[in-house]
């Protein structure tokens, strides 16, 4: 099995840009589509980007998905950082087997 | 709007099997898979498995082993057992709905189910 691995914690400033990253061990990276959530305390968590770069409706456009296959990673970026964006982000895939593995997730401080 | 709801006891013995079910509603349970998904308090999300609707799964290998999933389409429910329990299965548990690209848009509020005796 594969593992995605995420920086236990980043912190920015309200009005900047932060990325997240979400580095897979094995397999490529652009084999099967990566997924991130947002999780607040207490809640369950929600999807922020899926198929690589897609966003559910409602989902502000300061939350863009990307993936870069010479890093064999996907990255999560928030523009315009607002303090109601603090939260843990979990990055998600899968593999050839249909079995999902989650990041071990990434609290964002918003400060 | 489709709504997921788990339930089952919040409390459960060690070596004793873990049983929960998840019932949705405001859609129908076919055309998608569903999943389990837990989390320790304060730790991350870990993928139990899937179940399509034609019976079909896909666990995770670490838990293979201690877990079954079924679903009853009639019900529009679906189910997760997880054998031999010990304290590191405390957690809150996620139900799901999984759609084709590997994206989870519908979870349930989630159960907190603990390992005690």
């Known amino acids: 099995n594969f593992m995605l691995t995420q920086p236990h914690s980043v912190s920015e400033s309200p009005g900047k840009t932060v990325t997240i990253s979400c580095t897979r061990s094995s397999g490529s990276i652009a084999s099967n589509y990566v997924q991130w959530y947002q999780q607040r305390p207490g809640s369950a968590p929600t999807t922020v980007i899926y198929?690589?770069?897609?966003?559910p409706s409602g989902v502000p456009d300061r939350f863009s998905g990307s993936i870069d296959s010479s890093s064999n990673s996907a990255s999560l970026t928030i523009s315009g950082l607002k303090t109601e964006d603090e939260a843990d982000y979990y990055c998600q895939s899968y593999d050839s087997s249909n079995h999902e593995v989650f990041g071990g997730g990434t609290k964002l401080t918003v400060l | 709007q489709v709504q997921l709801q788990e339930s089952g006891p919040g409390l459960v013995k060690p070596s004793e099997t873990l049983s929960l079910t998840c019932t949705v509603s405001g859609g129908s349970i076919s055309s998608y898979y569903w999943s389990w998904i837990r989390q320790p308090a304060g730790k991350g999300l870990e993928w139990i498995g899937r179940?399509?609707?034609?019976?079909?799964?896909n666990y995770n290998p670490s838990l293979k082993s201690r877990v079954t999933m079924s679903v009853d389409t009639s019900k529009n429910q679906f189910s997760l057992k997880l054998s031999s329990v010990t304290a590191a299965d405390t957690a809150v548990y996620y139900c799901?709905?999984?759609?084709?690209?590997?994206?989870?848009?519908?979870w349930g509020q989630g159960t907190l189910v603990t390992v005690s005796s």
């Open positions: 179940i399509y609707t034609s019976g079909s799964t």
């Open positions: 799901a709905r999984g759609s084709m690209g590997g994206s989870y848009h519908y």
């Open positions: 198929e690589d770069n897609q966003r």
